[in-house]
């Protein structure tokens, strides 16, 4: 009797090892399940910084002091230091559009603001035509990253989301939302323009221009709501003034802080804008492709890392973004030993280097004084574009042969 319940342990403990993770735990693979875990833990991160004080959430300040500057009618681009520190380097229209944040107490704010950055994301990638399974492993790399963000009330999960949110509704042959999706972005920040690329692919272009600049002009003009003409044409003079001469960050991790601080080769932004600009638009020329579910997928996961990694502004909390298009990039193509080297090697980099799950001594010593936390990510974009621009084939569906997602 004895041999036979140790043959039927032996039997059943065979037959657990060979399931799939999906098999053993179903309902991590459930879309409600990761809506719940990522909003509560936007919500236990900001009670955290809410505990620390106003000083925590810094970032958060001053997107909501904005609407107050705005309806005053002073400049949204000087100092306010009895406000907060730092200076608000968004749009007019982003200023209006903190609205009902400013109009709720700080700490309710606070809370949305973070679940807004949380949760948009996940909102984005549920709409994207591939496997919920495949789904729920881009949203859990993102984790560790996108929680990094709201715990410095930054606004790039929304950017995430804004930009991953346009190309679904692209997919899914609804352009006129993925067009306001991507204006809604430039006016939060400039480099969203980039996700306009997207209408390309798609039939009815004219259209998409023509919807586009309605959009972009209507946005633009949206704070005479609040202000007086020319009010509003002081603070577009004080905001280009501004994003024309603002410096880079101390702490950016771009493409050109990497090779400035790793090789010594520094020069101007510019001499590494435009030939990055051309290798992300060569890809376009091959017309051909864009039929193919796969090659526009790849663009959009060039387009997530292309924006970071360009950006002479980007500090660590941005990659969320990258790490968004390396996450995808990974785990709806095919995988072999490179790729899941640099997948690991991205992660380890990316999103544990800034945490206390990364030794401190190469965080101080080598991560953060080399900019290394861009390297995984450029060299991943070099070897989408090398894949875009030369790679004959690519699918007509996903992997998995997962149909369209329907958006309402």
Not at 369 to 381: D, E, F, G, R, T
Request: hydrophobic share 55%; charged share 15%; aromatic share 14%.
């Amino acid at each position: 009797m004895a041999e036979i319940h140790e043959t039927s342990r032996t039997l059943e403990n065979t037959k657990l090892k060979s399931l799939s993770i999906e098999e053993r735990f179903p309902w991590l693979f459930h879309p409600r399940f990761l809506w719940i875990v990522f909003a509560a833990v936007a919500l236990i991160a900001s009670v955290h910084r809410i505990i620390l004080g106003d000083e925590s959430f810094n970032n958060y300040v001053i997107f909501e002091k904005s609407f107050d500057h705005l309806i005053a009618g002073i400049d949204l681009y000087k100092a306010y230091p009895n406000d907060h520190y730092d200076l608000f380097k968004y749009s007019p229209t982003f200023a209006l559009f903190m609205a009902p944040f400013a109009a709720m107490p700080r700490n309710i704010g606070v809370i949305l603001w973070n679940m807004l950055n949380m949760l948009l994301p996940v909102w984005a990638f549920s709409k994207l035509a591939v496997s919920q399974k495949q789904k729920t492993y881009i949203l859990l790399i993102l984790f560790i990253e996108l929680l990094s963000s709201i715990q410095n009330s930054q606004s790039n999960g929304i950017m995430l989301g804004l930009i991953v949110g346009a190309f679904a509704y692209f997919e899914n042959k609804k352009p006129v939302q993925a067009i306001l999706l991507i204006c809604l972005g430039f006016y939060l920040k400039l480099f969203a323009a980039v996700g306009a690329l997207f209408f390309l692919f798609y039939p009815n272009k004219f259209k998409a221009v023509i919807v586009g600049i309605v959009f972009l002009v209507v946005l633009a003009f949206l704070p005479l709501l609040v202000m007086s003409w020319d009010t509003l044409m002081m603070q577009y003079h004080s905001w280009f003034e501004l994003v024309g001469n603002d410096p880079s960050h101390a702490q950016n991790f771009s493409f050109m802080t990497l090779l400035e601080r790793t090789v010594g080769i520094k020069t101007e932004d510019v001499f590494f804008l435009i030939p990055g600009a051309i290798v992300l638009i060569l890809p376009l020329v091959r017309y051909q492709q864009f039929k193919h579910f796969e090659f526009r997928l790849v663009y959009l996961c060039s387009i997530l890392i292309w924006v970071v990694i360009f950006n002479h502004k980007a500090e660590s909390p941005t990659y969320c973004i990258a790490l968004g298009g390396i996450a995808t990039w990974f785990v709806t193509g095919k995988k072999d030993a490179l790729r899941n080297t640099l997948m690991i090697l991205a992660f380890m980099l990316v999103a544990l280097s800034p945490t206390d799950l990364f030794p401190p001594y190469l965080r101080n010593n080598v991560i953060n004084p080399y900019a290394l936390k861009a390297l995984m990510p450029v060299i991943i974009w070099i070897m989408l574009s090398v894949e875009l621009l030369f790679r004959p084939h690519f699918s007509s569906v996903n992997q998995e042969e997962i149909p369209t997602t329907e958006m309402a």
